[in-house]
């Protein structure tokens, strides 16, 4: 797929450079306004417009009723001036009409409940009926504009699975059990695989198996894995449904919006990769955690992990505030400018807005857009335009790619198991490991890629494995075997320790690892919220430390307090030409920054030398050149040593970044 | 209406000043106990007395089973000793059998619990079966007692809407679609006032509406904001059926005990006022609260705006703790008499107590009675002797009015627009914003009417607009006359920014106020919670901040750091004969108190002079005479300018109120 | 029962000491295993093991498909190792074909939410159905295998009521509607019981009367006691049918694990044990209180009074962490020993574990056990082999009694009532008062017995009352009895205030100990969290204040601040021989021990001089002789003044306990 899609994303800008797009809900105002629009897209250079997401309501009013004028009129009037169309199948939420006909299409809750109509993505993801009346919307759609040449991209859906990715109803309940069978075939594979002889749970039949509701107690977290699992793979049948009759009809390239970010868990996007003709991803920066800007970073690199290393979508993004989280705060001064550079400068080919001008009315109206409520005279637009402007001159960044020689592994399977019921502790959450190794990573000024168990490490020097708790054997020994081969790895607690089935490997933790790192663990530890221990080193440790025992390896640094107090906190391993580090708590961030400039000098990893926490810098090349972008988060100018042109200012690079500033810098050959 | 009330309520003390009165529920004791009780009534001088409340289950225990015996026996006592009868029509409560046959009736929740009998309230208010039960229930009671001659005052229900507002069953859902299908006629204008083209949301028919019951994602706005109208509006048809039946069968006038108090936001009680003979309201102290005693100012200032200045009923509170907050309190020492001084400071010309004898079963076993458990040989006891010496001694009071100068908008659809789903900031609550302002005036020494949107503003000097969300254009426009014709405006962040349907005026917020106040904002800039900016002058907000812009106004403060540095916080703009503020964030409490009087001052509106954030000063004026009441709330002493006949130790006023002291004085003319 | 119990559970043990044992679950291991668990089970001398707790999906795996062959299997092998049983009869949790086939058993929420198979205890306790298939278990499993010679005692399901104690569907209804009548017979002494006069709740027949299921407002409190009456009855009654059963095929002693535990409150045990042929309890250590060990040695006391003084089986506890609490802190190192040492010190003559080896599937994979994940090579398993020589070499301790002068009253019945709905304050929670309580005694070396309402009060001279609400008169009037005869009470706030039917006693607090106290309080006066009061005597208060005035009694401290500031906090009255105190607030910890030492002293009860509050001594004594358990929790060695065989280090006591250390002393005749 990686080799074709720079092509596709360049078609989108029609060759022109980068992308530069939005949601656009036309319907949303009166005809009057549309002319307007059009005229105000083409000042910003907005090129790419998705339209139809929500269309259902729009176009089939009512049972058997269609009516496409207005969207034949959107089309033309977008087409006439220009602008290319990511075209929505229009089926992200049911008409009210379907739910309120048939009722037992709305999903349903862990605990029972009906969700009902009025929100959006209000049905169950396995219900036939839901299904059936989606394709024959996709279909109608398809072969009206199916060749329309203003049709650049499919959009399916929209942002499939935020809401209703777990269902509990009947049908999803007949779907699981549906796909137990396909997975197992045999009751008795079932009963092993979930350890069903715990609290008397072995089935007879798969007719007795239910999606796990609500219990009295703790559940079977076997159950529960497969659930997360099958729920992953329901969402993407329904994107291969759509996909399927758009391709039966259309050439043009067929994907749906991701949502790699914080809080969305559901989605197994490695299972989902490969029947996107191009990676698109919605972001938004998530105020509610300690590190929001952090957040958007990995969720870049893991983006374009997803994609391989070819470029990809932002397909959505926001201007300002959003209006969904507890506290929307408006973006700082330049804080737009800074994050269109992030997601650039870790692949992506194109930046989208949600939305083109913000609504007055629906569950959104406080949303931020490239249109505000304001109107054209305000800051807000005139930011906008300026970063037209700079999308316009960072073209030649289109399909170069991010180098990086370090991996760090990220696993949806993995954050399932971790966050399963009854683990040791509440306080080990995975994407906060996850997120601190990559912080650890971007604070040293290391470039990592985000790889799947089962990649091909080949050309990485530092693999990074944080938490990765569920792990298969084969893909385990993939890592022993990249170590032997010479590079280094570091792996942090709580990782290997089950199978795929979530089973726990006996002997010792971190069992898959346990080998490689010459150690063997006998008591996990965890460490309340707030407590904190000292390692002999100096630094510190939180969430977790446990009883561990250096086999066959050098303990760098041990606990010297806690419960832990006197065992190895710190070890390494020499393993063929490479070397094997474990780590039994979260180091503070110093300390874990200090540990990677360490592993990534001795794996002979570069660095670039100006980054830090405030200052972010990665590099993309290609073709064109190489493109280094400085980001400075901080509150103060910094120098640095980069020369070039410098496509921000369109000018001669000065060494100096203002505070706030970004310069994306071509390099001189 | 406000003509006739004071008469009204003169009725009920049979002409003697103010009333002292409470809730009896002798059912709840043996016959024995009741001759004790008149006894004690008699001493206090407890004149009026709320009973048959809850009496579906006694006088109509089983179906078609009705006994009025203990009833007949009760008003006769009271009846011979003189007390007059607040006569309860006895539906607040169904009885058992009647939930039990009929579980249809039983209230839904948003996520479709069905509430079970066991409680009270607990029936749906759109039911038919309950409309019909209830109304038999009232006929029967009217027929038996509507011309008895010591039935003073007929009491709908109780608390209507207090538990079961917002009802979600499918009888709701079909008598919401009736509401809608009123309102709107057409579906297409449903879908306008609803914007309901977003997240395909149109209908085509109102069969297909629901009730917003629990979704999977945020809700319609419209659709939540119509059905709290909805719900607002069924409570009042609860009432009206049984006013109805009541008005056919007696003439002593009819009312309900409404809920002003800062945890009841369901029922719009601007729009019920008109139907009630009196306005009658239960308080108690919300120990919940950070100022408890400011909200109860609050409250009695908004019931005496509901009764458009004329005296009003306190029909419920507390001589102590509650039982239904978290921590319930007992009162200090004074602080009954200081609650009472308030309320009757604020325009009530009668306080009565729930309940006479403290229950030893039930719900509310540990709410404070006028006898306690401990009887009457008891502090409380003697308390509330002493308190009816006070009333006693306070009858010329009764008929007075309390002037003011100065009007605070209060608003429930406000209330309820800004707290709708998907808001800039969970820290924006409404009822926060509204008693900020008005607690700022009261450390200013500012006695205020509160008035509601589209209130005639003649008379009004000063005019304070906190947060008024959602406001009609004409209502906006009024508004906007007062300031032309010489009042001075204080309007604060978030107001005017909707209208009616809840749908954003474009163009810079804040929307129906811009013009006016010669501003425009293009981002709303909330905080997070614990934050807070500095002005230019020095002072301090929380809360919020936006991006403004001052087009034809002064800058009297900017914020000097926070998300929106640099830009106007508080503005002036001179207009006509008056002057329009805006401040757009919350001031700190000193702040705020200064800004009141400097506008005060400019308005012309005076302030008395002794009252401070510790010492409440009220005044009430009538052919009685002049009644100044000093509440002070501090730990010292403190001296007062006012001179005349202090009706508490009924002696000339020294000039002195004692730490927690309370003192009413008459002024000499 | 007494006098048999220590024979009892001397069999267990085959008269040789004191009970090791575990519960054990071959079916989750390969058959190759088993030989292994029982090499290693005689090394470490586990000389019980339960099994076929959860058997009944291994034993009965599909509707009429018995399978006994596993059982009969490991039954044969336990055996031939001289190792015995605890038989389980394997219903508690029952197979899923059960539920699948019969969803109508599943169990039912306060809001209506049905919970799902795939947890445990997943069955509504009073569905017929369940109980028809348990019972057919049960007869199958005493049939096969009631008297075979490795089975020594009957293990009635597990953990009964954990989970499902409270249920809330139509079968529940029908059988509460079914205990109430037999309770009242007449639906007038319900209402009179209940107090339905109050909120409209009075039913003219039993077929109306529903469970308190979820309610919009605060509920009946007495249907909410009564409710938890039957319910904790409803419990016993499936224990009572299984025992019934048993003994017609068996003579082996029959019981079921109880929990005496801080987060089981809803089975009333007092009424449970008498139908035990032996106490059992089920005690893991809670890190989510303050005082984890102290609630260790609470429960561990109110075990022995459940079994009347007799030693009693620790049923099951754990060697490290659990896996269902958040935070699952692993165990300090000496921990385990300090554990069970105090369970034996205060009357357990056995030490079973959950569970022998720990799972690597299932919802407890990361519980703890006596084989870890790490298996024998570790330090886990070597203090479990430690641990089985320590439990061997404390034989002659067995059938030994603990003595103490003093009672400390619990009620599970004061618990439900003092956390009914409506309370005075949140912050009062019962069993927050009584651990007080217990932890002043032990802090000042006083050791108590731990008595229902009602015991038998001969021989105490001190007796504690903590919060003890809800009491009979009768009950009171033999506290008051002892006290005449020369006892010394200490009551505390909150007691004696309802009767049997939550009706609260007229005429002042605390209700039916008024009299013997000379006090008498008016209205109470919680204080908020974080709060707290100065005494007279410089101790401070928490929680609690009341109004209170000494009719008849010394005042020994008073307020002096907070809400009843003046008022009376401690109380003396001498009465007959003895002395009656009351304590108004929650003393502070060292208040409150200095208060213990005082009262202890004045009753002539012998405090152990060496304890405080980091040493914690017990003794037990018997024909076998005195033995003398020191447990030192602290982190500095202490000394002591005990001489005697130190049986943890098998050698003479040194009159030091180290750090951490427990000693063992039989003291020297």
Partial sequence: MAAAVSDRIATLSQGDGLVFGCDYNPEQWDRSVWPDDVRLMQQAGVGLVAINIFGWSSINPARGVWDFSGLDEIIALLHAAGIRINLGTGTASPAPWLTAQHPEILPVGEDGTVFQQGGRQGYCPSSPIFRAYAAEVVTRVVERYGDHPAVALWHV????????????????????????????ADIDALNRAWGTTFWSQRYSSFDDVRVPGQALSLRNPGQILDFQRFSSDEQLALYRAEAAILREHSTVPVTTNFMVTAHIRNLDYWTWAGDMDLIANDHYLDRRLDDARGELSFAADLTRGLAQGAPWLLMETSTGAVNWQPYNLAKAPGELQRNVAAHVARGADGICFFQWRASTQGAEKYHTALVPHAGEDS??????????????????????????????????????????EGRPSEGLTYLDQVHAAHAALADAGITTDIVRPGADLDGYRLIVVPALHLIRDEDAAAIARAVENGATALITFFSGVVDEEDRVRTGGYPGAFRDLLGIRSEEFAPLLPGESVFLTDGTTGSVWTERLKATDADVVASFADGPSAGGPALTRRGAGEGQAWFVATQPDRIAYRDLMTRLAESAGVT????????????RRTGDAGSFVFVINHGESAVEISLTGHDLVTDAPATGVVPAGGVRIIKEEV
């Fill in 157 to 184: 859906s929209n942002e499939l699975g935020c809401h209703n990715a777990l269902c509990y109803c009947d049908n999803s309940a007949e779907a699981f059990r549906g796909w137990l069978r396909e997975r197992y």
């Fill in 607 to 618: 660095a670039h030398a100006d980054a830090n926490r405030d200052v972010e810098i990665v």
């Fill in 379 to 420: 800051d807000q637009w005139r930011d906008v335009v300026e970063l037209g402007g700079l999308l316009e001159r960072l073209g030649e960044v289109a399909g170069t790619r991010v180098a990086a020689g370090t991996a760090l592994f990220f696993s949806w399977e993995s954050w399932w198991a971790v966050e399963n």
